[in-house]
């Protein structure tokens, strides 16, 4: 199974301020925490440690929701069904950042650190996106002289419609190339700054991108793959 471990993650604050939404720094509150995103920018260079594991595999819809991977694994959701038709396959994956963010906020929250913290939780979240984005950039440029691209990113728990109990499913297929992750009894991965995925890899001449595709996703208001 393929292993993708991604360059050092860079953030600009300029895209993590719009990202986090903030538009005046200049108040009290704000200019406090974005002295704290600056001063995280380079913990997140040194302790974010991209890893994307994935499988490209073949796939059977069997109406009105069940997606069957390579003849057994079994995932359901009639939204995430149907976002596959005309696939030529499927990959399924897992990345991660590693535990190093998470740890540190934790260590400057003991500390009493607490808005240090939290800025490095959101710049971690962020840095986790970034590394998919990365990921996936590559992927599709691989693969552009065979016209295939990657379809949208969809996550248990996180995809409306698309139960987080298929994060396990997910998780247990990929496990033995991440050793240090573990899955809560609620399905949540360990390290947190860590998502399951799964995308249709389709044929651009037989399927064109969708326009619209987002009204769907849980994750439209902080989606990697729209900027504007």
Same mark, same amino acid.
């Given at each position: 199974?393929?292993?993708?471990?991604?360059?050092?993650?860079?953030?600009?604050?300029?895209?993590?301020?719009?990202?986090?939404?903030?538009?005046?720094?200049?108040?009290?509150?704000?200019?406090?925490? =974005?002295?704290?995103?600056?001063?995280?920018?380079?913990?997140?260079?040194?302790?974010?440690?991209?890893? =994307?594991?994935?499988?490209?595999?073949?796939?059977?819809?069997?109406?009105?929701?069940?997606?069957?991977?390579?003849?057994?694994? =079994?995932?359901?959701?009639?939204?995430?069904?149907?976002?596959?038709?005309d696939a030529l396959h499927v990959m399924t994956g897992?990345?991660?950042?590693?535990?190093?963010?998470?740890?540190?906020?934790?260590?400057?929250?003991?500390?009493?650190?607490?808005?240090?913290?939290?800025?490095?939780?959101?710049?971690?979240?962020?840095?986790?996106?970034?590394? =998919?984005?990365?990921?996936?950039?590559?992927?599709?440029?691989?693969?552009?002289?065979?016209?295939?691209?990657?379809?949208?990113?969809?996550?248990?728990?996180?995809?409306?419609?698309?139960?987080?109990?298929?994060?396990?499913?997910?998780?247990?297929?990929?496990?033995?190339?991440?050793?240090?992750?573990?899955?809560?009894?609620?399905?949540?991965?360990?390290?947190?700054?860590?998502?399951?995925?799964?995308?249709?890899?389709?044929?651009?001449?037989?399927?064109?991108?969708?326009?619209?595709?987002?009204?769907?996703?849980?994750?439209?208001?902080?989606?990697?793959?729209?900027?504007?």
């Amino acid at each position: 199974m393929p292993v993708y471990r991604g360059n050092a993650v860079t953030l600009d604050l300029e895209h993590v301020l719009h990202r986090l939404k903030i538009t005046d720094m200049q108040t009290a509150r704000n200019k406090k925490f =974005v002295e704290a995103l600056k001063d995280g920018l380079e913990l997140v260079h040194l302790l974010a440690l991209p890893q =994307v594991v994935y499988r490209e595999q073949g796939y059977t819809l069997v109406p009105p929701d069940e997606i069957i991977l390579e003849g057994s694994t =079994v995932l359901k959701s009639g939204m995430v069904s149907g976002k596959l038709s005309d696939a030529l396959h499927v990959m399924t994956g897992i990345a991660t950042i590693g535990r190093g963010l998470e740890k540190k906020a934790q260590e400057i929250k003991q500390e009493n650190g607490l808005t240090a913290s939290f800025a490095l939780e959101a710049l971690a979240a962020i840095a986790l996106d970034s590394a =998919v984005e990365e990921f996936f950039t590559g992927f599709e440029a691989e693969h552009s002289n065979g016209g295939r691209y990657s379809g949208i990113l969809m996550s248990p728990g996180e995809t409306a419609g698309w139960p987080v109990e298929d994060q396990r499913t997910i998780y247990e297929m990929h496990r033995e190339e991440l050793p240090d992750m573990t899955i809560t009894d609620a399905c949540l991965l360990i390290p947190k700054n860590s998502i399951s995925f799964l995308v249709g890899v389709f044929d651009y001449e037989v399927k064109k991108p969708e326009e619209g595709h987002c009204s769907y996703c849980s994750m439209r208001d902080k989606c990697i793959y729209k900027r504007g």
